[in-house]
């Protein structure tokens, strides 16, 4: 079975810290996604990576920058969180078009920002 | 760009009953199409994957459909259980290259014992 881990499943941080999130999947996937989750507004894909050191911008990469050094590993970064921050972050991976392409997701973490 | 709709945004049923949530998107030319089940507070698990050349999938009592031409979906669920109960997502993925998926808000089922 395809696990796809994050580091944390609740985090609580301060206005203005650095905030990372880290992503793990153990099925030598290509892909790698972030996504945000609220009440109302659905997911919205923050970034994304097709490969190790790439990345690509998703609908709302504002405040967020991410580091893919290993293929197993995607990290979201918050540079200096901020409340409208808080949220429920999933993590997903994928192989790449021409292959079955299914998308797992990871447990979540809920991160509040005070 | 791809919207996706569904339809109704929470629905109540007795255990047993058969039911059917929709899925429209705007943008025909998918390459899949995945739903998910997603219970509160947890992480998303993926139900059913279907490739822009199928019309249906099957797994145990849910079968989804996939009408690409028209631009829609649907998730049939057999003989619903208070187990079933779940926020339950499609995802269409754009047909050009790596494209990730595009999410509609979900239907919050409740199955009443």
């Known amino acids: 079975d395809v696990k796809v881990t994050q580091s944390s499943r609740y985090l609580v941080k301060r206005t203005g810290e650095k905030v990372f999130l880290e992503c793990v999947q153990d099925?030598?996937?290509?892909?790698m996604f972030w996504y945000r989750q609220d009440p109302g507004l659905g997911l919205r894909l923050i970034y994304f990576?097709?490969?190790?050191?790439?990345?690509e911008k998703g609908d709302i990469p504002e405040g967020y920058s991410v580091s893919r050094e290993k293929k197993e590993r995607f990290s979201l970064i918050l540079e200096s969180a901020s409340t409208n921050q808080t949220s429920m972050y999933l993590c997903?991976?994928?192989?790449?078009?021409?292959?079955?392409?299914?998308?797992?997701f990871g447990p979540g973490t809920r991160l509040t920002v005070l | 760009k791809q919207e996706v709709t569904q339809i109704p945004a929470a629905l109540s049923v007795p255990e047993g009953e058969n039911l059917v949530l929709n899925c429209s998107f705007t943008d025909s030319a998918i390459y899949n199409l995945q739903w998910f089940r997603q219970d509160p507070g947890k992480g998303l698990t993926s139900l059913l994957l279907?490739?822009?050349?199928?019309r249906e999938q099957t797994s145990g009592r849910l079968n989804a459909s996939l009408d690409k031409s028209s631009g829609r979906s649907t998730l049939y669920i057999a003989a619903s259980q208070p187990g079933d109960s779940a926020t339950y997502l499609c995802a269409p993925s754009g047909g050009s290259g790596n494209t990730p998926l595009v999410f509609g808000k979900g239907t919050r089922l409740s199955v009443i014992a």
């Open positions: 990576s097709y490969d190790v050191k790439m990345k």
């Open positions: 279907i490739q822009s050349s199928q």
């Open positions: 997903a991976s994928s192989l790449p078009r021409g292959n079955r392409n299914e998308q797992f």
């Open positions: 099925m030598d996937h290509e892909n």
